[in-house]
């Protein structure tokens, strides 16, 4: 059998803090500059438009063609870029001027020049300008609610401490995650808001595991230092998050390599969240209870009122 | 924790091997599936219209049109009470949400006033349940003499709301007649309706169907004044509009506002072609009080000509020969074999109420959905042995047994997606894999516990039953966190990230019972047989 992980490591986390810390704090202020400068590449579930992925049937699709024949049509800002294969072709078109009508006319328009023959219309799909501002609207809402439900559940779970430092945690990985939308400007659409919203979950689950152990480390442990404390938690629970990390990488590269163009960059943004959110668990949120100044004697005092009692002895 | 009741063992087993049965129909095809005798479960997962292919479009009534249609209502009910009491007024116009008059003399504004009340008084609209009747229009008086008749917000959204019901009424007559498989037309929100429609081969001639509202009227045209000066700048006479052909260029027509008959009472349309010239051409019939009113009609026009017009342009206009008294008859106009298809469909299913206009639309060709199952499957597969490799490689046994459990769970995913009659979407596909990278995390919780136990010194059952018992809130936390996310995509979301959302959401649940429950009974019979003493892990 495989370990990935000796048993009984002791590596100093808390220690990394002061090089995880400021990395953090690098990452996250890069992140929301690349945000500031480059904005996301808003798909046109946000930004409203026209998406018509095509197959040629007789060879290669000859993208400079097509861009020239939709460029003709004057609509605008025109995207043309392969989808996954030479024969497959991904045209985006900006939202027009002049309410919904409009955009149902851009589909008429390239079909026409484009044509028929030896073109499969693989997928069309239109968004028109209300419906893609309440996209945007509910997307936002259903992140921030995500996070503040979790917060709410935790609060009621442990202590605050550890409410305040899984949701700081996880907002470190939802903002680098737009961070790396940002900078490999990949397409942002309704797909990644479910990505986020999943990076979201697993990195909870991921922190929650660790302030368990944390939780009950402490309480077995009143007199020790805290620091020396969240090491021996992590340390207990790294081969867990190691190898929960990979198992799930696993799946999520098989998505990514055989899932398909249509998903590929929801998976891709998922592997990132995986990474970001072990990492976080890690050095973010532990060493973020230090910050925040938690007491080991604040658990011991309800210790008996914890009915659910996760992990207690 | 390694014990098990008799019936607790009974129940979990039971679980799995339902999964397992609910799971079944799904890899038959439909029509043996529903050879089936009843008692089989036979229900599948229905397949998402970004798989199987299809058409989603999300349709809104324009409450604009709707607005300014019963505005212009207003205005001619307000003419023509006033004149019926011979009250002479000046301004009579449209104002916003509003008709204002001005009561020539202001010693008659309020007999004025009395006499438009019946237009205020609280009407009850059809179709609409709950609120049997509201008041849609509110009389005010300003600077002494002036009327002014708004629409009162509440009756404007009951109107749209009765709209949305009556086109979903001709919407499913529409789709219906395309011979598609099991549209889907459903109400969305205040004021929008969804249609999807799984299979569709062209998107277009849908969006044609619901594009036209389909009103067909039955017009004279006015034959005594002239068009042209109408063009150069002279108003239309009264009672008549200019309206124009649908040729290239259009042809221009004076057509009395008078309505013969009108689209609601031809009780047929079929597409057929002209005997003399070939050409596609619409015969339509009567019913018999349109019958009657269109003979009537002809009667008393012949030599004149009248106009077909259709959502305010000409079709054709043709010169009345001769009475025509069968109610039946027939348009021509420059049509194609699909043309005159499409609108022969329209006609018989009826005039929506409204305009509609897509504010969404989602299509996916029947090449691309079988690209995506097909990725689906694969994706799925290899994760799937790749995850189980790397858990046998892991824990030996155990692995193998949490295996199982994660096989279990698969089952149970798709077994309650089945009996769900959940759409499976590829997100949902995606959500799947992503659930079994995911749901031995629990598996890995346990099994690093008991090995720890294990190290303390503790004895192999020891440990397990240590391992179950500590790792369980652990487990309960983590999955109720990630839970609460997939709860919220679901409210919050829309279409296919639904679907994710409902796998994500079943899926956490099936993993706790899989890898906590499950795994534990399958270790728990291992240990009853081979009483170990040492973990294998």
Known sequence: MIRLIPDDTAYKFMHHRRWSFPLSALLLVGSLVMFGINGLNLGIDFRGGTLIEIQTTDGPADIGNIRQAVGSLNFGDVEVQEFGSPTEVLIRVEQQDGGETAQQNVIAKVRQVLGEDNINYRRVEVVGPRVSGELTRTGIIAVLSALFAVLVYIWFRFEWQFAVGAVLATMHDVILTIGMFAVLQLDFNLASIAAILTIVGYSLNDTVVVYDRIRETLRKYKKRPLAELLDVAINQTLSRTVLTSVTTLLALGSLFFFGGEVIRSFTFAMIWGVFVGTYSSVFMAAPLLIFLKLRPQQLHDEEDGDTVGAGSV | ?537
């Not at chain 2, 349109?290 to 009667?299: H, L, N, S, V």
């Not at chain 2, 799947?432 to 749901?439: E, P, Q, S």
């Open chain 2, 1 to 537: 924790m390694l014990h098990f009741a008799r019936w607790k063992s009974f129940l979990i087993l039971l679980t799995v091997i339902s999964g397992v049965v609910l799971t079944i129909p799904n890899f038959f095809d439909e029509d043996s599936v529903k050879s089936w005798p009843d008692w089989v479960p036979s229900k599948q997962m229905v397949l998402g219209l970004d798989l199987q292919g299809g058409s989603h479009l999300l349709l809104q009534v324009e409450r604009d049109g709707l607005v300014k249609e019963r505005l212009e209502t207003l205005r001619g009910d307000v003419r023509n009470l006033l004149r019926e009491d011979r009250l002479r007024y000046t301004n009579l116009a449209i104002a916003k949400q509003a008709v204002q008059v001005r009561i020539t003399d202001p010693t008659k504004v309020e007999q004025a006033r009395e006499k438009l009340q019946s237009l205020a008084t609280p009407v009850s609209l059809g179709f609409v349940t709950g609120q049997s009747s509201v008041n849609e229009v509110e009389i005010t008086v300003s600077d002494g003499n002036q009327l002014r008749l708004a629409l009162t917000e509440e009756g404007i959204l009951q109107r749209i709301r009765s709209a949305v019901t009556q086109s979903i009424e001709v919407i499913t007559k529409r789709v219906n007649e395309l011979g598609t498989t099991e549209p889907t037309i459903q109400r969305e929100g205040a004021d929008r309706i969804l249609v999807q429609v799984p299979g569709l081969d062209d998107p277009e001639s849908l969006k044609a169907i619901l594009g036209s509202t389909a009103k067909l009227t039955f017009q004279m045209v006015d034959a005594t004044s002239s068009v042209q000066d109408v063009l150069n700048g002279g108003r239309p006479p009264i009672g008549t509009d200019l309206l124009y052909d649908t040729e290239d260029p259009p042809q221009p027509y004076l057509v009395e506002r008078r309505v013969l008959v009108s689209g609601e009472e031809l009780s047929d349309a079929q597409p057929a072609f002209d005997q003399r010239t070939n050409e596609p051409i619409i015969t339509f019939r009567f019913n018999t009080s349109g019958a009657r009113k269109f003979g009537r009609a002809t009667q008393e026009n012949v030599g004149r000509p009248f106009a077909i017009v259709l959502d305010g342009s000409v079709i054709s206009a043709p010169v009345i020969r001769e009475p025509i008294l069968g109610g039946s008859g027939q348009i021509s106009g420059s049509f194609t074999a699909e043309t005159a298809n499409n609108l022969a469909i329209l006609l018989r299913a009826g005039a929506l109420p409204a305009e509609l206009t897509i504010i969404e639309e989602r299509t996916v060709g029947p090449g691309l959905g079988a690209d995506s199952i097909e990725a689906g499957k694969v994706a799925g597969i290899i994760g799937a042995v790749a995850v189980v490799v790397f858990m046998i490689l892991s824990y030996g046994l155990f692995g193998v047994l949490a295996n199982t459990a994660l096989a279990a769970n698969i089952l149970l995913i798709v077994g309650t997606l089945s009996v769900l009659g959940a759409t499976l979407t590829l997100p949902g596909i995606a959500g799947i894999v992503l659930t079994i990278g995911m749901a031995v995390d629990a598996n890995v919780l346990i099994y690093e516990r008991i090995r720890e136990e294990a190290r303390i010194g503790r004895s192999a059952i020891a440990s397990i039953d240590a391992g179950f018992s500590r790792a369980l809130g652990t487990i309960l936390d983590a999955n109720i966190t990630t839970l609460i996310a997939a709860v919220i995509l679901f409210s919050l979301g829309s279409g296919p990230i639904r679907g994710f959302a409902v796998t994500l959401a079943i899926g956490i649940v099936t993993t706790v019972f899989c890898a906590f429950t499950f795994n534990r009974f399958l270790i728990a019979q291992w240990v009853r047989m081979k009483r170990p003493t040492a973990v294998p892990i």
